[in-house]
């Protein structure tokens, strides 16, 4: 098995840009997910295959990779951004796998 | 609507079993695979099991292996995790979440809401 390394935290002010990264040696072969999780409720998708968007979600949350690590950036952050984010990968033996999670702190 | 609706959480006491159902509405739970992802209170979200279209294929997280079991019954729409030898470690809010379809597509593209299981003397 394998981990996905989060940062526990992240804050930033309103109008500035986060960027929530999250690191494994597996990520070269496989590909990353987002979801945003609020306060008492299921999570929802933000990004898949590291960088597409599904349909709903705004322009302003895009995904990258570099190597081992993928990047969810969100760009002018507003207080509803405040949340849990994950990242989410899978193997080809079918173990999935959940980031630790980030706390998005809009300050 | 397409949704999820988890129900079968509560109390039990450590060595006891439950039983969660995950209801699927609005589309055909069998044209996909099923998962359920557990999340202990204040912490983060824990990948728990996986099961294909007819239960012949199932996958579980190291923590839980030998101790849960999944199933479903396609005709009535519903999954669902058996949960035995639970410790107090288990103590979770349990979704059910729906895999997306088509190959190479290893993400959840629909949850439930949860249900809470707590383990406790």
């Known amino acids: 098995s394998y981990e996905l390394t989060q940062p526990p935290s992240v804050s930033v002010s309103p109008g500035q840009t986060a960027r929530i990264t999250c690191f494994t040696d597996a990520l070269p072969n496989q590909y990353a997910y987002w979801y945003q999780q609020k306060p008492g409720q299921a999570p929802v998708l933000l990004i898949y295959k590291d960088s597409e968007r599904p349909s709903g979600i705004p322009e302003r949350i895009s995904g990258s990779r570099s190597g081992t690590t993928v990047t969810l950036t969100i760009r002018g952050v507003r207080a509803e951004d405040e949340a849990d984010y994950y990242c989410?990968?899978?193997?080809?033996?079918?173990?999935?796998?959940f980031g630790g999670g980030t706390k998005l702190t809009v300050l | 609507e397409v949704q999820l609706v988890e129900s079968g959480g509560g109390s039990v006491q450590p060595g006891g079993s439950l039983r969660l159902s995950c209801a699927a509405s609005g589309f055909t739970s069998r044209a996909y695979w099923m998962h359920w992802v557990r999340q202990a209170p204040g912490k983060g979200l824990v990948w728990v099991s996986r099961?294909?279209?007819?239960?012949?294929?199932?996958t579980f997280a190291d923590s839980v292996k030998g101790r849960l079991t999944v199933s479903r019954d396609n005709a009535k729409n519903t999954v669902y995790l058996q949960m035995n030898s639970l410790r107090a470690e288990d103590t979770a809010v349990y979704y059910c979440?729906?895999?997306?379809?088509?190959?190479?597509?290893?993400?959840?593209?629909?949850w439930g809401r949860g249900t809470l299981v707590t383990v406790s003397s």
């Open positions: 979440a729906r895999e997306a379809s088509g190959t190479g597509n290893w993400y959840f593209d629909l």
């Open positions: 099961m294909n279209h007819d239960a012949s294929i199932t």
């Open positions: 989410q990968s899978a193997d080809s033996s079918g173990t999935w796998v």
